[in-house]
Structure formats: structure tokens, C-alpha cells
């Protein structure tokens, strides 16, 4: 059955606060004493080079993976995120790169898909209003509850993924690559989805190699290498400072593109002094 009701967090309170996480495969090591915090009503980018411990720190969020150690508290409670199931029942929801949706049925039936109303005996017309009041909601373009997924472009695609997991009244939604190629409009059309669901008190974490798309939504923008914390960051962060704190480097191509072009500055104010 879909949950319908239930009561949202005060927006700016703690929904998620993890303190000292760790993860070991054997002996590799693949996080090292995390800490994160997440709030209602709030986007936060997690951003890191490859192997930085991105999509484990998800998994372990989302009940794949258990830590090894450390303490997840979920609204002022301490939990354990035992399964995927776990995870949903307390209100974390997560939508993977590949969006786990069914191209030969149509909108209504992904966004239903293992949820259905009265399974035994199909309820078709209120699972359809049910889709297209959670779509107007968003403010969604999606021609039809009733189109394949085959035919909907990336980003409608994406939508359906997103609009799938707020069926479940989550209180924290996880996005991993949400823009990943996508075009320049389909993009716009998911982050402004994004914008959307903060603005209903949820809190937002988005995994984003792209700079630009976390800088237009990213209330908090928090750094992974090499399994650990490298740092947080507002949106106005510079790219020096982002990829300086990514990779590591202070000196890199970014930091010389920038000291080129203050020295170029420099050396025009010099001229019309």
C-alpha cells in the first residue's frame, strides 16, 4: 500500500546525521570516519573524484551496505539500516543512475510498479489520478500517465524515477547522476525538479560530477576523497577551491587558468593607470 500521509520535519531540522561511518571490503578500505548531516527543506551535492567513496557511502545509506562502523542517527534516533526495505520504511528513498524503469509499460505502472493499489484486484482509475496529482504537483511534462517509458525523453524518464520515489513519502530522496547525459534542456527540466521537491521539505542529496548543475541547486556542497571527508563547501566555492579539495592538487589547470587571467587582469589595470 502507498503511504499518503505522513508528517514532514520542521524545515532546517536534522533528518540524517552520520557521525565517524566506515566501510572495509576485506582489507580495503572503502570509507573512513564520514560524517554528514542532512536537513529538511535543503540540497546536498556529494562530489568526488572516482573512487572517492561516493556510490558506497550511498549504498550504505540506502540499507546495501552496512558499515563497519560508526553511528547513523535518522531524526534524532539512532538506526540501523539493515536492507533496502529498512531504509524505505524509515523514509530514505534513492534513485540509481539506471532509474530501474520498465520501457514496455507505461508511467502509471513504473510508478506503481510493487505498490499497486488493491494488487488482488487492480484499482486503475485511482492509482492514474494518484499519478497525474503527484506529476501536476511537480509541475512534471510528461504527455501521458498512460505513455511507455520507451518512448519519454532522458529527462521524462528521470522525472518518473523521482516522482516513483515520492510515492513512498520519503523524507530524504538520494539521486545518483541525476543529469548524467542529459541535454542542456532535459537537464534544466530535472533540476528544476530538484528545486521542486526541497521546496515540498524533503532533503535532497545529489551525487554530480557536474559542477554548474551543483552550483544552481546545492544548498551544501560536501567533498569525498579517498574515503573520507576533504571538506564542505557553499555554492559560490570557486572551481579552485573544488578541485583543488577533489583532487588534492592546489596546483592544476584550473588554478593556472586563474592565475593567468588575474595576471592578464592585473596587467590591464596597469596599462590604464
Given at each position: 500500500?502507498?503511504?499518503?500521509?505522513?508528517?514532514?520535519?520542521?524545515?532546517?531540522?536534522?533528518?540524517?546525521?552520520?557521525?565517524?561511518?566506515?566501510?572495509?571490503?576485506?582489507?580495503?578500505?572503502?570509507?573512513?570516519?564520514?560524517?554528514?548531516?542532512?536537513?529538511?527543506?535543503?540540497?546536498?551535492?556529494?562530489?568526488?573524484?572516482?573512487?572517492?567513496?561516493?556510490?558506497?557511502?550511498?549504498?550504505?545509506?540506502?540499507?546495501?551496505?552496512?558499515?563497519?562502523?560508526?553511528?547513523?542517527?535518522?531524526?534524532?534516533?539512532?538506526?540501523?539500516?539493515?536492507?533496502?526495505?529498512?531504509?524505505?520504511?524509515?523514509?530514505?528513498?534513492t534513485v540509481f543512475q539506471d532509474l530501474a524503469l520498465c520501457e514496455n509499460l507505461d508511467v502509471?505502472?513504473?510508478?506503481?510498479?510493487?505498490?499497486?493499489?488493491?494488487?488482488?484486484?487492480?484499482?486503475?482509475?485511482?492509482?492514474?489520478?494518484?499519478?497525474?496529482?503527484?506529476?501536476?504537483?511537480?509541475?512534471?511534462?510528461?504527455?501521458?500517465?498512460?505513455?511507455?517509458?520507451?518512448?519519454?525523453?532522458?529527462?521524462?524518464?528521470?522525472?518518473?524515477?523521482?516522482?516513483?520515489?515520492l510515492l513512498l513519502a520519503p523524507k530524504i530522496i538520494m539521486l545518483d547522476e541525476p543529469t548524467?547525459?542529459?541535454?542542456?534542456?532535459?537537464?534544466?527540466?530535472?533540476?528544476?525538479?530538484?528545486?521542486?521537491?526541497?521546496?515540498?521539505?524533503?532533503?535532497?542529496?545529489?551525487?554530480?560530477?557536474?559542477?554548474?548543475?551543483?552550483?544552481?541547486?546545492?544548498?551544501?556542497?560536501?567533498?569525498?576523497?579517498?574515503?573520507?571527508?576533504?571538506?564542505?563547501?557553499?555554492?559560490?566555492?570557486?572551481n579552485q577551491e573544488l578541485v583543488a579539495s577533489i583532487t588534492g592538487a592546489t596546483e592544476n589547470?584550473?588554478?593556472?587558468?586563474?592565475?593567468?587571467?588575474?595576471?592578464?587582469?592585473?596587467?590591464?589595470?596597469?596599462?590604464?593607470?
Amino acid at each position: 500500500m502507498v503511504q499518503q500521509d505522513r508528517v514532514d520535519p520542521a524545515k532546517g531540522s536534522t533528518i540524517l546525521r552520520l557521525s565517524n561511518i566506515s566501510k572495509n571490503f576485506g582489507a580495503v578500505s572503502a570509507l573512513t570516519d564520514i560524517d554528514l548531516e542532512v536537513r529538511a527543506g535543503e540540497v546536498v551535492a556529494l562530489v568526488g573524484d572516482n573512487g572517492a567513496g561516493k556510490s558506497t557511502l550511498i549504498k550504505v545509506l540506502a540499507g546495501v551496505h552496512q558499515p563497519s562502523s560508526g553511528k547513523i542517527e535518522f531524526c534524532g534516533q539512532e538506526v540501523s539500516l539493515h536492507s533496502p526495505s529498512r531504509a524505505l520504511e524509515l523514509g530514505i528513498a534513492t534513485v540509481f543512475q539506471d532509474l530501474a524503469l520498465c520501457e514496455n509499460l507505461d508511467v502509471v505502472a513504473n510508478l506503481f510498479l510493487g505498490h499497486e493499489l488493491s494488487p488482488w484486484n487492480l484499482d486503475e482509475v485511482a492509482m492514474e489520478v494518484r499519478a497525474w496529482t503527484l506529476l501536476r504537483e511537480l509541475a512534471a511534462r510528461i504527455p501521458s500517465v498512460r505513455e511507455p517509458i520507451a518512448s519519454l525523453s532522458g529527462g521524462q524518464r528521470q522525472t518518473v524515477a523521482i516522482a516513483r520515489s515520492l510515492l513512498l513519502a520519503p523524507k530524504i530522496i538520494m539521486l545518483d547522476e541525476p543529469t548524467a547525459a542529459l541535454g542542456v534542456a532535459q537537464t534544466a527540466e530535472v533540476l528544476n525538479l530538484i528545486e521542486r521537491v526541497r521546496d515540498r521539505g524533503l532533503g535532497v542529496i545529489i551525487i554530480s560530477h557536474n559542477m554548474e548543475d551543483v552550483r544552481a541547486v546545492a544548498d551544501r556542497i560536501v567533498v569525498l576523497r579517498l574515503g573520507r571527508n576533504n571538506g564542505v563547501f557553499s555554492p559560490d566555492a570557486s572551481n579552485q577551491e573544488l578541485v583543488a579539495s577533489i583532487t588534492g592538487a592546489t596546483e592544476n589547470s584550473v588554478s593556472r587558468r586563474q592565475d593567468r587571467k588575474t595576471g592578464h587582469n592585473n596587467e590591464l589595470g596597469g596599462s590604464t593607470a
